[in-house]
């Protein structure tokens, strides 16, 4: 694994990243040897001071001039700052891997935004050579239809957190993140495999660490389209989402979203989603919640390869 001085480097969300808390899920860089400078740093201070300075937003939320910072009670205090430094600041016999957790999703959702590359909240696969994002609310089912693509031939790029840049031509891009997902227990079951083989996100956490890195795609590829996945007391169905539904869309599924206002991004960010939804072709899909439905997720699954392989 590099190492630079007592940091450790690796690779993710497009960015090289060097870091005091060891990242195990993260894939390394390819030719870094540390001559060059970070485009991240994570690393241990106190930020008590500062938090008590800090404009408060909320009683987790706190922003200091070009740091945001958040108290995550019997964690830590997370600082990040300028998109280029995570800084934390843990409490007591905090969780090392519920820091991790955050680092990885809360902090990385806010260093993207600082460097002006949009954070959607879900997950990315890889099929034929392009990428398709699936967003939704929490418990929408984003991985377990991640996982059933996945099995079907497709490779993962991203889950949770999906990093979404611009080529100086306009076109999207999703920016490979590591390999692994993260899965509910009940999902776990319902796709056939073991929860008892798998590592929980942190102690007593009933999400579990699905590692996959055989499927994982380490490359930045063209995002070709958006697939909306909702709850829905109907049956399974499919409809375009078109207008300005696909802004109201994308705004509703991007990372954290909540930090825009404050972070004054607003006007970047609506900038970016009129860009996105001119250019990418997006749908919903309605996924059956009551049991006597069945486990509709492979429908969605076949009709999203389908409608792909066949270029529609």
């Not at 009683?59 to 700052?81: C, F, K, S």
């Not at 009551?290 to 492979?298: D, E, R, W």
Request: proline letters at 7%; one cysteine or more; aromatic letters at 8%.
């Amino acid at each position: 694994m590099p190492a630079t001085g007592n940091r450790l480097a690796y690779y993710s969300f497009g960015l090289i990243i060097e870091s005091e808390f060891p990242l195990p899920e993260l894939p390394l860089p390819s030719a870094y040897t540390g001559g060059q400078s970070p485009d991240l740093t994570v690393r241990q201070d106190e930020l008590g001071s500062l938090w008590s300075e800090a404009k408060r937003i909320s009683d987790y939320l706190a922003i200091h001039e070009d740091t945001v910072l958040i108290r995550v009670p019997d964690t830590a205090i997370l600082g990040m700052r300028a998109g280029k430094e995570i800084i934390i600041s843990p409490f007591g016999k905090a969780d090392p891997d519920k820091i991790r957790l955050y680092i990885l999703g809360t902090c990385m959702g806010v260093i993207l935004m600082q460097r002006k590359v949009l954070p959607l909240h879900g997950s990315a696969v890889a099929i034929a050579g392009k990428a398709y994002a699936i967003v939704g609310m929490s418990g929408a089912g984003k991985s377990t239809l991640a996982s059933l693509l996945l099995a079907d031939g497709g490779q993962l790029i991203s889950d949770d957190l999906i990093a979404v840049t611009l080529d100086a031509a306009g076109q999207p891009y999703a920016q490979p993140a590591y390999p692994q997902q993260k899965m509910w227990q009940d999902t776990i079951g319902l796709l056939g495999m073991n929860a008892g083989e798998l590592r929980p996100l942190f102690e007593r956490e009933t999400k579990f660490a699905v590692p996959v890195p055989a499927q994982f795609c380490g490359s930045a590829l063209p995002l070709a389209g958006i697939y909306e996945l909702v709850k829905t007391e109907s049956d399974a169905a499919i409809q375009p989402i078109a207008g300005l539904e696909k802004f109201h869309t994308l705004l509703q599924h991007t990372f954290r979203g909540f930090l825009l206002e404050p972070l004054g991004l607003m006007e970047w960010h609506f900038r970016t989603l009129t860009q996105f939804a001119l250019h990418l072709p997006m749908q919903r899909l309605h996924r059956p919640q009551a049991q006597a439905a069945g486990f509709s997720a492979p429908k969605l699954s076949a009709y999203i390869l389908n409608q792909i392989l066949k270029g529609d």
